[in-house]
């Protein structure tokens, strides 16, 4: 029987169901060949899978006939001739079912992320085994996911269930790509405002006309306080780090909160050592460790929605106290009305910034007229 009949038969009289199932689907067919168990395995590549199927029927001797013998709709991608137990792919090969170039597995294995099954100890070559795919597309699924390399380690370094930490591990990943998808939603809402202003022949600016700023007097007010040099990429962790050593303290002392957590800022800019800021709950009670804080009359603006509005709410209150004739007094604080881990959205978060002022001069004038 000749090559092209035998395969012909061997695919309409053994395999019609799996071939009427890949015929109609976009797919790579690998012909694994092994000579000592006189078997043919069938390694379907789909779009999201592999169906790995094993016919052990005797075969003609195997040899480059049998290359041209496949004359399918579905296209024969390559064949290997395997003579021991284990199915072993170069990293060629192994590449090309991955789709994870040569020089990308090379990194993977420098890391630690995954290791060649075998390394031929005379010329260097690394083999893959088939069990391993699996490994791979797992670790291609996790980087579409946003996961990184160093995170995808961890997980298959974990000594606990690997269900369990992929589940911890992905509803962790979802919870971050939620807040980025909200992000982008507002950017995407801010575009839309900007570029109906510019239709109606405003500036793109002309969103800092809608942010109110008021004068206030704000009386003095009793803080439970840890001031500290906090570097720019700190800041988040800074904030729960801070504000948890706060309530546990005042849950000690027994102190009631006056009011919102807040937050000053003593500096004007960073200095390589960080930000100079002061993390403070208002309390109700004096007590040690307690002090007083005397704002006095300030510029208020209230902030609802992202706290990427902040930097031109400051734009804005520093050009009115100019505008009007006054000058910062105080630091800067802000009082984050709602908890950032208590509200869904962004646009739920409400935040009053206030700016310590007094008129430009006024200590000058006085000295003069007490003369």
């Known amino acids: ?35 000592s168990r006189k078997s043919i395995f069938f390694l379907f590549q789909l779009p999201d899978f592999y169906l790995f199927y094993c016919v052990k029927i005797p075969l003609p001797t195997f040899g480059q006939g049998i290359k041209s013998a496949v004359d399918f709709p579905l296209r024969v991608k390559f064949i ?24 990308t597995l090379r990194y993977y294995a420098e890391i630690g992320l995954i290791l060649p099954d075998e390394i031929n100890p005379e010329n260097g070559y690394r083999y893959y085994s088939i069990n391993q795919l699996e490994k791979v597309l797992l670790i291609n699924r996790l980087k579409a996911y946003c996961f990184t390399l160093e ?50 022949g405003k500036s793109i600016m002309s969103y800092m006309e809608e942010i109110d ?27 729960g780090t801070c504000f ?33 800021t002061e993390f403070a709950i208002p309390i ?6 307690t002090r007083d804080f005397c704002p006095g009359l300030c510029l208020k603006t209230v902030v609802q929605g992202s706290y990427s509005q ?24 802000e009082v984050y009305v709602t908890n950032p881990a208590e509200v869904s959205q962004e646009k739920e978060l409400v935040t009053e910034v206030y700016y310590p002022v007094k008129k430009r001069g006024s200590k000058e004038r006085i000295d003069r007229e007490t003369l």
Not at 232 to 237: A, K, L, M, T, V
Not at 257 to 274: K, N, Q, R
Not at 284 to 289: H, I, N, Q, S
């Open 244 to 276: 948890g050593k706060l309530f546990r303290k005042m849950d000690e002392k027994k102190l009631t909160a006056a009011a919102p957590p807040m937050v000053l800022f003593h500096s004007d800019e960073y200095s390589p050592f960080g930000l100079d």
């Open 80 to 103: 290997l001739s395997l003579e021991g137990g284990a199915y072993m792919l170069t990293i060629g090969e192994f590449s090309n079912i991955c789709k994870v170039s040569a020089k």
């Open 213 to 239: 700023v008021q004068l206030v007097e704000i009386p003095m007010m009793y803080l439970l306080s840890i001031r500290k040099n906090v570097l720019e990429h700190e800041f988040s962790e800074e904030y």
């Open 1 to 35: 029987m000749d090559y092209v009949h035998w395969m012909a038969e061997l695919f309409t009289s053994i395999l019609p169901s799996i071939f009427l199932l890949v015929a109609k689907m976009t797919c790579v067919v690998i012909l694994i060949y092994q000579r």
């Open 151 to 200: 995170e995808i380690k961890s997980i298959f370094e974990s000594e606990e269930l690997m269900d369990e930490v992929l589940f911890a591990a992905l509803d962790k990943k979802k919870k971050e790509i939620a807040v980025k998808v909200q992000k982008f939603e507002d950017t995407l809402h801010q575009i839309d405002n900007d570029m109906s202003n510019l239709r109606k």
């Open 310 to 333: 902040l930097p031109s709410v400051y734009a804005k209150q520093i050009g009115w106290a100019k505008r009007e004739g006054y000058e910062n007094s105080n630091a800067l604080y």
């Open 284 to 289: 109700k009670e004096y007590a040690t460790g």
